[in-house]
């Protein structure tokens, strides 16, 4: 039994093999940034937390990306935009 531990510490690592997993979607989307919320409104996949976030972005200073929120609620009837 002794001799065995030494022995599992030389064998190699075994490693597993990569595989592609891209037909289930993308792995770890953003889904909290300011980024990710201005694609869902260049897509007009617009509701109220999409629209909420355009004013955080203005006072953050990133008024062109505000901009596209802002349109995009607009146009989609929400008129708190």
């Given at each position: 039994?002794?001799?065995?531990?030494?022995?599992?510490?030389?064998?190699?690592?075994?490693?597993?093999?990569?595989?592609?997993?891209s037909?289930?979607?993308?792995?770890?989307?953003?889904?909290?940034?300011?980024?990710?919320?201005?694609?869902?409104?260049?897509?007009?996949?617009?509701?109220?937390?999409?629209?909420a976030?355009?004013?955080?972005?203005?006072?953050?200073?990133?008024?062109?990306?505000?901009?596209?929120?802002?349109?995009?609620?607009?146009?989609?009837?929400?008129?708190?935009?």
């Open positions: 039994m002794r001799l065995l531990a030494p022995a599992l510490l030389l064998a190699p690592p075994v490693m597993a093999e990569e595989q592609d997993f037909q289930y979607g993308t792995t770890n989307p953003e889904e909290m940034t300011l980024e990710r919320l201005v694609e869902r409104a260049q897509r007009g996949d617009v509701d109220m937390i999409v629209c976030n355009g004013y955080l972005a203005t006072k953050a200073g990133r008024h062109e990306q505000a901009r596209i929120i802002f349109e995009a609620c607009a146009n989609a009837g929400w008129t708190q935009a």
